[in-house]
């Protein structure tokens, strides 16, 4: 079945650097996705990307995050100056269409020490 | 905004029996509706989704699910759990209203006593 492939699946890095989050979604995959579930709280939406743009962002996907697709295959966060508060596990989706069911990966744990 | 509340943060319950996870959403005319499961240390998985027709949606697992619309609830279902079931489960609900995002209830941890 196909997968949705998140690098790497953990990252410890120091306050105030910059970490790129990786994703491969399922290759016929239109919508792309990035969730984030900060340990004993809820699944956050962060963004969502669409024709190589921003279709939508929440509150939380403020000017230290951007999102970025290289090249046909990859899909990539990156959080430009980390802050303690942006620990947590990072989600990266994707659906075939809207209203479909989205496909997650296993996700990237972050620890900003 | 959609909202999602789960009414239950932990279910413990023996195996074989049935269980029921409960789930409501804030009302909208056309909303999808999903349960995910999340097994440790791994990421979300779908269990099952409600996208339009028969109100009784099957999952995998054994799984199933009902929307009620004039309830605003899709309650998650087992005849007789195992195990290996044991996990944590996230309701969630997007609508074409406020754009194709999912929003996640809370989430319920069900464990699976023998």
């Known amino acids: 079945e196909p997968e949705v492939t998140q690098t790497p699946s953990h990252q410890v890095t120091q306050m105030g650097q910059e970490v790129i989050l990786r994703c491969v979604p399922i290759s016929n995959h239109l919508y792309f996705y990035w969730y984030r579930q900060i340990l004993g709280q809820k699944v956050e939406f962060l963004v969502s990307?669409?024709?190589?743009?921003?279709?939508?962002k929440s509150e939380i996907f403020d000017d230290q995050f951007s999102v970025e697709r290289p090249d046909g295959s990859n899909f990539t966060l990156k959080i430009r100056s980390t802050k303690l508060e942006d620990s947590a596990m990072y989600f990266c989706a994707s659906s075939e269409g809207q209203g479909d069911g989205y496909t997650f990966g296993s996700g990237t744990r972050l620890t900003v020490v | 905004a959609q909202s999602v509340t789960q009414l239950d943060s932990q279910v413990p319950v023996f195996e074989e029996a049935p269980v029921e996870l409960r789930c409501n959403y804030s009302s909208s005319v056309s909303v999808y509706l999903f349960w995910y499961v999340q097994y440790p240390n791994q990421g979300l998985q779908l269990l099952l989704k409600y996208l339009s027709g028969s109100t009784l949606v099957k999952g995998i697992n054994g799984f199933e699910a009902e929307f009620n619309k004039s309830q605003t609830s899709f309650h998650l279902r087992k005849p007789s759990v195992h195990i290996s079931d044991t996990a944590e489960y996230f309701c969630a609900v997007s609508d074409q209203e406020y754009g194709n995002k999912l929003v996640f209830g809370a989430g319920t941890i069900l464990r699976v006593k023998s």
């Open positions: 990307f669409y024709n190589n743009e921003i279709s939508e």
